[in-house]
């Protein structure tokens, strides 16, 4: 396998945008990221992988990124005849379309490949869609399997599983049900996932593309409204819409760049995708397996990476997937937030965009977002939450629902430029 470089990187600013189509957001991250690459127009890619989950149910259920792409095509912004292949996998569909831009390069196919994730989850004035768009998460097929096994699981995590209750939504009952297990089990707090909250809005205060910008005390999180106990508006994800790319290129193209973009180049060092099932709660989660072939992969260890952008789809999320991604024991992650390594300035920042819960979570575009994150920061481009100077970067990215696992995980390690 040949050595994988990130070129470049974009992401538009995410939020309610109902004013911008899904060509309008493809074309604003398309045309980022060849700035952010030093070129006038995307005539090297060789290849385009397309992520996106819920055009489907804006009528658009095939040839998605084709479509979005044809204007650019028109306009000799983007290559003719260039070979564009359609990714969906829940909330990880832009790690997917990474993970194949990724191989494109690594395997010798290809020596430049564009991964793209564009979204639209808010539906001004239907409600009703946006759930739709979610729904695909999980099995439509066989639903009284996963009925079953929340009802059990509720009952060992002290929170009856209550699909029919007013306000929230299956895939918080989820997370929430995981908490309240993970805080009978070992004593995880509320406050602790509140401070989680609380960290990361802000870290998103001070990230120009952040959904949302302001701050939120640990005591406001407590008292914001109740999603599912425990989780609280405040720890949870919102909905809005956004775009994300990558260009990913080979060492030899990389060589024939600029100076001065060769030397904002970032390394691919491992990209992992592993699958969900059904498991017990006390069972690792399919991201520990993800992470563990990643550092195997690598050659590296907890202990090289510096900084993470972590899946939080509630604040939740950090506490349990730090401990799966290997940087503290089954748990003590919410231990680990409580003491503030987790924070800028903290010895192993996590979330510095401001992560889901303040950056925003257009599903389809997320995995990329994260990457562009980790960019700037092993660049030294992210301005006001500019962490020290960072080595190692890890990525990981969950999507869709197969009990209280992700149907899929995405583990991605990045290396800072050689300066």
């Known amino acids: 396998m040949r050595d994988v470089y990130v070129l470049a990187t974009s992401c538009t600013a995410f939020g309610k945008r109902p004013g911008d189509s899904f060509k309008d957001l ?8 060849i700035t952010d690459a030093g070129w006038d127009n995307g005539d090297a890619i060789e290849q385009a ?29 983007f290559p003719e005849r260039v070979p564009m292949i359609n990714v969906e996998g829940g909330c990880a569909t832009a790690s997917m379309a990474f993970h194949g831009a990724w191989k494109d390069v690594a395997s010798g ?9 564009v979204e639209k989850t808010f539906v001004q004035g239907d409600a009703a869609r946006t759930l739709e768009i979610f729904e695909g998460g999980i099995d439509q097929m066989d639903p009284q399997e996963w009925h079953d096994y929340y009802a059990k699981r509720g009952e060992e995590a002290g929170k009856p599983f209550d699909p029919n209750a007013a306000g929230g939504t299956v895939f918080m009952d989820t997370y929430a049900m995981q908490a309240a297990w993970h805080m009978k089990t070992y004593g995880t707090t509320q406050e602790q996932i509140a401070i989680a909250a609380s960290k990361n809005h ?19 999180a407590l008292a914001d409204r109740e999603v599912s106990w425990p989780i609280t508006r405040s720890m949870a994800a919102p909905i809005g819409d956004g775009a994300a ?38 069972e690792p989660g399919l991201s520990r397996v993800a992470a563990q072939k990643a550092y195997a992969k690598s050659g590296l260890t907890p202990a090289d990476v510096d900084l993470i952008e972590l899946h939080d789809a509630t604040s939740f999320c950090e506490i349990f997937q730090l401990e799966m991604l290997g940087f503290a024991e ?16 903290g010895r192993l920042p996590v979330n510095l965009s401001g992560g889901l819960v303040s950056k925003g979570h257009p599903v389809g575009a997320t995995g990329l977002s994260m990457i562009h994150e980790l960019a700037l920061q092993l660049r030294g481009e992210a301005g006001d939450r500019q962490t020290g100077r960072a080595r190692i970067a890890l990525a990981e990215n969950g999507g869709g629902v197969i009990g209280f696992d992700e149907a899929a995980c995405s583990v991605i390690l990045l290396e800072a430029p050689s300066a």
């Open 109 to 117: 196919d290809m020596d430049v490949s564009l991964a793209i994730g």
């Open 245 to 282: 790319a990558a260009i990913l290129v080979s060492e030899e193209v990389l060589a024939r760049q600029p100076k001065d973009i060769r030397d904002r180049a970032v390394k691919v060092r491992a990209s992992v995708l592993t699958g969900g099932k059904y498991r017990d709660p006390s």
């Open 49 to 77: 992988w397309f992520g996106n989950c819920g055009m489907g149910t804006f009528g658009q259920r095939n040839i998605r990124g084709q479509v979005c792409f044809t204007p650019l095509v028109r306009e000799g912004l």
């Open 330 to 345: 089954d748990g003590k992650g919410g231990k680990l937030v409580e003491h503030g390594a987790t924070k800028l300035g």
């Open 202 to 220: 802000w870290h998103g205060s001070m990230n120009p593309k952040a959904q949302y910008r302001f701050e939120v005390p640990v005591e406001e």
């Open 26 to 33: 493809t074309r604003e991250a398309y045309l980022d990221v």
